[in-house]
């Protein structure tokens, strides 16, 4: 879902740039002090369906967020898709299929700036909060110390789905 253009012209001159993209999901904010992991997968050579892949996703998001130090770290069951600490998303999934193609994927927030989340409803999600790793371990965490966690966390994740 894109802004409206009243929207789209407020956060324009905040100097946010804007990107139509064909993924699941509404607006959301990427930004520095992210991880955005693209995955580009085959269903079909996974023999996955789509939900079991965005299930998947989450299931990274939440191993890699127990194994750097939150244990509340949870999935929850659609609309509210992604990766929550307590009512904060820390992790959003949007992905796009064509053909059993995936793309698109997860974008975990490590120490990103969260006051750009103050000017959408992050995903559509009304009355729902946004967080990072850096807010809930009370510590900066920047991304660079995050991928060996992730990589580790998605290898793990991809080789216990069925093939």
Not at 98 to 126: K, M, Q, R
Request: glycine residues 14%; charged residues 20%.
């Amino acid at each position: 879902g894109a802004p409206g253009a009243e929207l789209a012209a407020e956060l324009r001159a905040k100097g946010a740039g804007l990107a139509a993209v064909r993924r699941g999901g509404h607006v959301t904010y990427h930004g520095p002090g992210q991880l955005l992991a693209l995955v580009v997968l085959d269903l079909r050579a996974r023999r996955l369906g789509l939900r079991g892949f965005v299930g998947g996703l989450e299931e990274v998001g939440v191993r890699l967020c127990r194994r750097l130090g939150l244990p509340a770290a949870t999935s929850r069951p659609p609309p509210l898709t992604g990766v929550w600490v307590g009512d904060g998303k820390v992790a959003a999934i949007g992905v796009h299929c064509g053909h059993y193609i995936t793309s698109h994927g997860l974008a975990l927030n490590c120490c990103t700036d969260l006051a750009w989340f103050e000017h959408i409803v992050p995903c559509g999600l009304e009355g729902k909060g946004v967080t990072s790793l850096s807010r809930e371990l009370r510590r900066h965490v920047p991304v660079a110390d995050v991928l060996q966690p992730f990589l580790h966390c998605f290898q793990m994740c991809i080789r216990d789905t069925p093939n």
